[in-house]
């Protein structure tokens, strides 16, 4: 079946409530963002939690912000998951920015960073599901530098918008 959801933020986006949803989404603001929306079939079909999508999407800056302080307080405290996220991308891309790669070895080093390395991070994606306990949960994926690596650290949040886990994903 399809439906629709309404943003203030991004607008009517279209989907069909038994296939799930993924499109890519334009936010316009100061640092006009692209990035992947997807909305599991298990949220699409229900709508007590589709209807929680679009303010979750009006709320992006937050939600962002949010992700980015998460990011930021693992790269300090050299969480083991995003050292080996930054190890890898240090490695294996030659091309990164220059201003980039000097972060990164500095915390590779154990160093402290002299600028907020998490603002280096793009936002790939917003995806929504179905929780364990049958509330909506949604992640951003953040990249390092989509343009060479389609890894991501993903940042969770539960049903009250709280940040959980960060993990590597590809």
């Not at 279209?14 to 993924?22: C, H, Q």
């Not at 589709?50 to 998460?70: E, H, N």
């Amino acid at each position: 079946m399809e439906t629709t959801i309404t943003s203030a933020l991004v607008g009517t986006l279209e989907l069909d409530t038994g296939k799930g949803f993924a499109a890519q989404v334009t936010i316009q603001d100061t640092g006009r963002q692209s990035f992947w929306l997807n909305i599991f079939e298990d949220v699409s079909s229900e709508p007590g939690l589709l209807a929680g999508v679009a303010p979750v999407i009006d709320d992006f800056r937050t939600i962002s912000d949010q992700a980015k302080s998460a990011l930021g307080k693992h790269l300090a405290a050299q969480d083991e998951k995003v050292i080996e996220f930054v190890r890898f991308h240090t490695e294996e891309i030659d091309d990164l920015d220059e201003n980039i790669q000097e972060n990164l070895s500095m915390l590779l080093a154990g160093d402290a960073l002299p600028d907020p390395l998490a603002d280096s991070f793009q936002i790939r994606g917003l995806v929504f599901h179905k929780g364990a306990e049958g509330d909506l949960e949604f992640w951003v994926d953040l990249a390092l530098a989509p343009e060479y690596s389609d890894e991501v650290l993903c940042v969770r949040f539960d049903g009250s918008r709280t940040v959980g886990t960060v993990s590597w994903e590809s």
